[in-house]
């Protein structure tokens, strides 16, 4: 399984940003794909969580309401669109799957077995 983050960049405050996740090599049909952030000197906090089978989504409290979870099964994608992007925002995201769905530890980076490399979003003026 390979994942491929892509869709980083830098934004003024208020602007978006659609980040991308790709994977490859996962031939499952009920999947759960994660977004997660490290902010410079910070630990990784969870900011979202997707179930790809119904849909069903979770977001950390901070970006509810300003970011959107999607996934395309087809495809083998997951996008998060973020809107009203602040400048705590700045961060490596990183996508994340496995097998199953999102559940009530779906902010645990231990749910999730396959890891996609960062990428940088940096929200400044």
């Known amino acids: 399984v390979q994942l491929q983050a892509s869709g980083g960049g830098s934004v003024q405050p208020g602007g978006s940003l659609r980040l991308s996740c790709a994977d490859s090599?996962?031939?499952?049909?009920?999947?759960?794909i994660g977004w997660f952030r490290q902010a410079p000197g910070k630990g990784r906090e969870a900011v979202s969580c997707?179930?790809?089978?119904?849909?069903?989504?979770y977001y950390t409290p901070s970006v509810k309401g300003r970011f959107i979870i999607s996934s395309d099964n087809a495809k083998n994608t997951a996008d998060l669109q973020m809107n009203s992007l602040k400048p705590e925002d700045t961060a490596i995201y990183y996508c994340?799957?496995?097998?199953?769905?999102?559940?009530?530890?779906?902010?645990?980076?231990?749910?999730?077995?396959?890891w996609g490399q960062g990428t940088l979003v940096t929200v400044s003026s």
């Open positions: 090599g996962f031939t499952y049909d009920h999947y759960r």
């Open positions: 994340a799957t496995d097998i199953g769905f999102c559940s009530g530890n779906w902010y645990k980076e231990d749910e999730y077995r396959y």
């Open positions: 997707i179930s790809t089978f119904n849909g069903s989504t």
